[in-house]
């Protein structure tokens, strides 16, 4: 499926609210593995999905696990994710780059798949589900935690990481929106895809306990 994509996770256990968050338990899995075991079930081949961490000695756990599981695993820069990103890409013979987080395990498979068809059917350079401005300002056409980013591995692959702001090398997407025409994806996409907002989309995104707690409740309905 979708066989010149490549979907990069980017995945730490250094978080500062909810450390390890990645690894904690959820479901028969755990928060990373039950996104893996998602995309895996809506048809993108294992092969295609990679989860970019960092260097940093506390995403050793993590490393460890993705390896354990068959799952590919690229390390990098910390504090430069868009770097990171960069390095990842170059490993997979891929032109296009689909940008998650591993603390959005309800991103909707449908959703990405209605992303990745936009995208090629406009021929843009980047495809989002927001907006973030050079002030940080963040426009969502979606709830938090159902954000997909699409781009041009060349595009992506044309920026000058050092160059770059602190906030441009750690949030990947904005240096991209500067410097490319955007095609936004909006409810609107999502009726023409067959995708209701209110039913089919969950907006969770684990940042702290209380997140993770609402999480494993929204969870333990589905089952």
Do not use: W
Request: aromatic share 6%.
């Amino acid at each position: 499926m979708y066989k010149d994509v490549l979907i990069l996770i980017q995945a730490r256990m250094g978080s500062t609210r909810l450390p390890g968050k990645v690894l904690l338990s959820f479901g028969s899995s755990t928060v990373i593995g039950y996104l893996l075991d998602e995309l895996i079930s809506a048809g993108f081949d294992r092969k295609q999905i990679c989860v970019a961490t960092s260097f940093n000695g506390a995403d050793k756990n993590l490393v460890s696990y993705l390896n354990n599981n068959g799952n590919n695993c690229f390390v990098g820069s910390e504090s430069n994710v868009l770097s990171r990103y960069q390095q990842a890409s170059k490993k997979f013979d891929k032109s296009i780059i689909v940008r998650l987080t591993a603390d959005n395990p309800f991103i909707n498979p449908s959703l990405i798949k209605c992303c990745i068809d936009s995208h090629v059917k406009s021929c843009a350079k980047v495809t989002s589900t927001r907006i973030i401005d050079i002030d940080g300002n963040i426009a969502r056409f979606l709830p938090k935690g159902s954000s997909v980013d699409i781009f041009q591995k060349e595009a992506l692959l044309k920026i000058n990481s050092d160059e770059c702001n602190d906030f441009d090398r750690e949030h990947v997407i904005p240096a991209l929106f500067r410097n490319n025409n955007v095609n936004l994806i909006d409810n609107a996409d999502l009726t023409k895809c067959g995708i209701s907002l209110e039913e089919d989309i969950i907006g969770i995104s684990i940042d702290t306990q209380s997140d993770y707690a609402r999480a494993c409740r929204v969870l333990k309905s589905k089952e």
